[in-house]
Each structure stands twice: as C-alpha cells, then as structure tokens.
C-alpha cells in the first residue's frame, strides 16, 4: 500500500494550498484518514482526520476554521483544503490512513492509530 501526497509549494501568508491523498497498491478498508505536519526542528503534529462512519472531522485547534479536510471513503483519498495560511504553516505534511475503528471523539488525532503513511509534500508560507 502507498499513500502519495501532493499539492504542497510556496505560498504568501494569506494565500491558500489544497493538498491531495491517493492511495494506490493492495486493497484496503480504512476507518480514517488524517494529515500530520513537521516542521524543521519540531516532532511531527496531527493536523486533522475525518472518520468516515459518520463523517466526523476534527482538527488541531490552530488550524480549526482555516483548514477543511475531506475526502473519499471508497478510494481512500482525503484533502485538506487550506486558507488563511501562516508562516508557522510551513511544514511538511504527511498524510495516513487509520484500519482500526476508534469511535472517541478525537482519537485519531494519535499518530499511533494510523497503519499506512505518505511520504510528505513541503509546505511553505512566507510572511
């Protein structure tokens, strides 16, 4: 299984980004996808998932009302759209599918609930 990200590049701060995730290789059912950033120096943050059953979304308190995820259960390909971007954005972000269910309100925000990652798309905002 591969998960290929893509649509990261250099933005103004203001400006917007929409990064894409596909999955391609052996057949598989997630629960969720979610997206992950790491910036230069830092450990590796979530972002935000959604939850398929029931389209539950949720996302790192930064981010909230800036960044919408969405996404495709049947193809198992998730998007973050992104508007209002910071300089403290910058980033690369990773994307990851989760196969176990989590039914708590926040749960995949843990890296460890994912089973598959991306390899990452560099996001970077200037002031």
């Known amino acids: 299984v591969q998960l290929q990200a893509s649509g990261g590049g250099w933005v103004q701060g203001g400006g917007s980004l929409r990064l894409s995730c596909a999955a391609s290789g052996r057949t598989f059912t997630s629960r969720a996808m979610g997206w992950f950033r790491q910036a230069p120096g830092k450990e590796r943050e979530f972002v935000a998932y959604?939850?398929?059953?029931?389209?539950?979304?949720y996302y790192e308190d930064s981010v909230k009302d800036r960044f919408t995820i969405s996404g495709d259960s049947a193809k198992n390909t998730v998007y973050l759209q992104m508007n209002s971007l910071k300089p403290e954005d910058t980033a690369v972000y990773y994307c990851?599918?989760?196969?176990?269910?989590?039914?708590?309100?926040?749960?995949?925000?843990?890296?460890?609930?994912?089973?598959?990652w991306g390899q990452g798309t560099q996001v970077t905002v200037s002031s």
């Open positions: 959604i939850r398929w059953s029931g389209g539950i979304t």
């Open positions: 990851a599918a989760a196969l176990r269910y989590c039914v708590e309100y926040g749960c995949y925000s843990g890296s460890y609930k994912y089973d598959y």
